[in-house]
């Protein structure tokens, strides 16, 4: 097996996110503290919101971080049925975009790059998208509703009742032969690879919260095993259903406050995002050879699972300490020399004590009288994107090594007396700065923290790119 002893470039980066149709406007509302989070764009989702409930079926909150219109596609300029849109799974369509762009970003356009060794790796999970709803509805929804009509009009004849199921079937959006393949989850990265013409590998990955991190791990693995030469790497989550909101409203996880508030002591649960961000990834040798610019390298990718705990949904310290020692490991570096860590923070009290306990552990306690090192967390601006939410990280990391920024996190005003900060190495950054390093000799570094659902873990090391 041949194995190539390089780092990993980022060459280019796209994505979109709340209030952020490209990426310098999310960095300028990251640096801005800009709060992203809205009501539900879909009016019908008044129907089930009941402030005072806690039953399953119904949601205390419609609040998240929702693309509204900037979850825009257009079919005809990628060669896609129209009618396959309306009915399928936005992300499918969403990342062919956001990957295009990223390749326009890193400079690479039809006959610039390696189209047989390019491959795409996402992180993506099965959701309530209205595709899936859709199809649910014109099968079990319309016999459940005939079935109930029937009962309550037993004289109603066969003919009547396949009249009353076309009308009914009329009134959702059409179901045609391009609809099957919207429905099915790869080919969030198989839709992506035809329509861009690529011939390396294209598969997802669903690590919850995680997943974004694990693409990347996985795609770095290609690279340095020689399976591929350039990799489109990210996660996609373009549509919050309010199905998903009943989900997490369920188990208490979603805040009733009107902001999300990692790390805070008025902290009271997170919100649901939207967003899809895609990276650019390439051998540091070759993008050098190649006159590439270089946003970052990926110095190491560290993956671990919680092993047997309290609950499925309960992170646990142990697990999360494992990716990040295993992270230090492969990168060869020491936790002292990060200047920024980019936290899972979900804004769930819990979650955000077992994080930063985790991190205190492995990064070690506080030297001298000052803190030394930012943490923060982006869900303040957009809202928890789940298998979009560790690229939403990796990028703000990115970009502030880029431009040599500490930025800066909303909705926390006061830390939480329970993180106990003040023995740690980490301060809340709530105001951006430069990234003031004062030596010459060892570059900035950043680490992108993600705790995913089931007891996956990830922890991803970042460096600023010298020229030599």
Request: hydrophobic residues 40%.
């Amino acid at each position: 097996m041949k194995i190539i002893q390089d780092e990993i470039a980022i060459i280019g980066m796209a994505g979109v996110f709340p209030d952020a149709p490209d990426l310098a406007a999310f960095w300028e509302n990251i640096v801005a503290k800009h709060c992203s989070i809205s009501d539900h764009p879909d009016p019908r989702a008044m129907d089930w919101l009941d402030p005072n409930s806690t039953a399953f079926g119904r949601v205390y909150s419609l609040r998240g971080g929702y693309l509204k219109d900037l979850a825009r596609f257009d079919p005809i300029q990628f060669g896609v049925p129209p009618n396959s849109v309306a009915s399928g799974d936005l992300d499918q369509f969403l990342t062919v975009r956001i990957a295009t762009e990223a390749l326009h970003d890193a400079g690479l356009r039809d006959g610039d790059f390696p189209r047989e060794r390019t491959e795409v790796v996402l992180g993506h999970a099965t959701t309530f998208h209205p595709g899936l709803v859709n199809w649910f509805q014109h099968g079990l929804g319309l016999d459940q509703t005939l079935a109930v009509i029937r009962g309550l009009h037993p004289d109603l004849t066969p003919d009547e009742t396949e009249r009353l199921r076309a009308h009914l079937g009329r009134t959702l959006p059409e179901m045609t032969a391009q609809t099957p393949p919207t429905l099915l989850p790869n080919i969030v990265a198989g839709r992506t690879a035809n329509r861009l013409d690529l011939m390396g590998a294209n598969y997802i990955l669903d690590g919850a919260c995680a997943s974004s991190a694990i693409a990347i791990d996985n795609a770095m693995k290609d690279l340095l095993l020689d399976r591929c030469d350039l990799a489109l790497a990210g996660g996609a989550q373009a549509c919050v259903s309010p199905l998903e909101l009943m989900l997490f409203c369920s188990i208490g996880a979603i805040s009733r406050h009107a902001a999300l508030r990692p790390f805070d002591q008025a902290a009271d649960g997170t919100m649901l995002g939207e967003g899809t961000g895609i990276l650019v990834l390439k051998r540091q040798r070759d993008a050098e050879r190649d006159g590439n610019r270089i946003y970052a390298i990926i110095k190491g990718v560290g993956v671990a699972s919680d092993g047997r705990g309290r609950g499925m949904m309960a992170p646990r310290p142990e697990g999360a300490m494992l990716a990040m020692r295993r992270a230090f490991q492969y990168a060869e570096v020491d936790p002292a020399s990060i200047g920024m860590v980019e936290a899972h923070g979900t804004g769930i009290p819990l979650g955000d004590r077992t994080e930063i306990g985790a991190l205190r552990t492995v990064y070690g306690a506080r030297r001298g009288h000052y803190p030394t090192t930012a943490v923060g967390s982006v869900k303040s601006n957009i809202g928890h994107c789940r298998p979009a939410a560790g690229i939403a990280g990796v990028i703000k990391a990115t970009m502030a090594l880029h431009h040599k920024v500490l930025p800066p996190t909303a909705n926390c005003d006061t830390p939480h007396p329970a993180l106990e900060l003040e023995t740690t190495p980490f301060y809340v950054s709530t105001e951006a700065r430069p990234w003031i390093h004062g030596n010459a000799d060892l570059p900035r570094r950043a680490a992108v923290n993600a705790l995913g659902f089931g007891g996956i873990d990830s922890h991803c090391i970042l460096e600023e790119y010298r020229n030599a």
